[in-house]
């Protein structure tokens, strides 16, 4: 069976990024023949398959004006060419606009179209998402809402069936586009067993933290609805109680993320080695961090699914965060606290209350490695997967 993965592009870590890599090398070694089409490929940060066929069309990326100027000639023929040199069983677009690229091509070069809705095209469909976009990306956003939003809706209808990453964005999925999804979450790769916490190798990376020191841990800083101002916020809070607390942020931060850490940094009088910025986050250290800290913060706002809350849980660290696709991983007051939108002084008083609490810091960490454990299975996400191309390919 032949499957196309589909994509913006892959040039840096991101939530979709990690499950087209997951997704494909496990299907190749299923079996299946297995491509990905995508403007542009980072490879020195993924580790793909060999086996897996990579196109890459090129041209400009989303950010670039030049993207949209000249979206169904210029970038939609790029990929309607690259898509149309081949047969596919399954083409699985993952975002848009490549979800309405896709449905403009001629059906005697696929089977079926399986549209894996991450969320719908926030910008367009989520304007508060949108309101709190930098001012210049905010109105340029909006000009190209009034201009590519029926597209977004065509590429939905346009596909065979849509899965989706949770209920949480199933239900948006019925109110935007009125069609029905299957819900398939993504869960990661067991990363906890891959690298366990006492290999010798692990001891110069655990020197580089502070012995006896609380830490709480956060990643994926990599947009502007990921609730950096309250973040910032609830940790200032958190901090006038819990004096020797420290944050590691990893991975990539966006410009305006960093501004805001920093310009809060100063606002607040937050000391400088109360924060750690660690950069990027290889998969072994990711393990690693997350062992490390007591919590996880997750200040995501309507994320649609969230790696890291599993991801953490599967390393026994508890969640903290704001309700959306979160909701459907943590268990409330077991795992974890899912916490209203923007409720600042709740976050904040359940994070010091559970600090203050070594016995239920060991609870929760256990509660969350046996919730992960029956609940997270890559390979039930892999097998179900697998499950709906054979069904569909009958």
Not at 114 to 140: G, M, N, T, V, W
Request: include cysteine.
């Amino acid at each position: 069976m032949k499957v196309t993965f589909v994509t913006t592009h892959m040039n840096k870590v991101s939530g979709v990024a990690v499950v087209i890599q997951n997704l494909a090398n496990s299907l190749i070694d299923r079996g299946f023949e297995v491509r990905i089409v995508a403007q542009t490929i980072n490879k020195k940060i993924w580790n793909l398959n060999k086996k897996i066929i990579i196109n890459e069309v090129g041209g400009p990326l989303p950010i670039s004006p030049f993207y949209w100027m000249n979206l169904n000639k210029g970038i939609g023929n790029r990929y309607l060419n690259c898509l149309s040199s081949f047969y596919s069983d399954f083409i699985v677009p993952q975002l848009f606009p490549t979800h309405y690229f896709c449905g403009k091509l001629n059906k005697k070069f696929y089977g079926k179209i399986i549209y894996y809705c991450h969320e719908p095209y926030r910008f367009f469909h989520d304007d508060e998402y949108l309101d709190k976009a930098p001012s210049f990306q905010k109105y340029i956003m909006k000009i190209l809402k009034i201009l590519y939003n029926k597209f977004d809706i065509e590429g939905a209808h346009s596909a065979n069936e849509i899965l989706c990453n949770s209920e949480f964005i199933k239900k948006k999925i019925r109110k935007i586009y009125n069609l029905d999804s299957h819900v398939v979450y993504p869960f990661p790769k067991d990363y906890d067993k891959k690298f366990a916490s006492d290999k010798e190798e692990d001891f110069e990376f655990r020197k580089k933290l502070v012995r006896n020191k609380p830490y709480v841990f956060t990643i994926g800083l990599s947009s502007h609805s990921k609730g950096v101002s309250e973040m910032m916020k609830i940790f200032y809070h958190v901090l006038l109680k819990k004096t020797k607390l420290k944050l590691i942020i990893g991975g990539n931060i966006s410009n305006k993320n960093f501004k805001i850490i920093k310009k809060e940094k100063k606002r607040r009088r937050i000391p400088d080695n109360s924060i750690i910025l660690y950069g990027y986050v290889n998969d072994r250290e990711l393990a690693l961090l997350y062992q490390e800290s007591i919590l996880t913060f997750y200040t995501a706002i309507d994320e649609s699914f969230g790696l890291i809350p599993v991801e953490s849980m599967k390393n026994g660290t508890p969640v903290i965060a704001f309700e959306g696709g979160p909701s459907e991983t943590i268990v409330n007051n077991k795992t974890g606290y899912i916490i209203e939108k923007n409720d600042i002084t709740d976050f904040v008083n359940k994070t010091i209350s559970f600090l203050n609490n070594i016995q239920l810091q060991r609870i929760f960490s256990d509660n969350a490695k046996i919730h992960s454990e029956k609940n997270f299975s890559y390979s039930s996400f892999l097998n179900r997967f697998i499950h709906f191309l054979t069904f569909n390919s009958l």
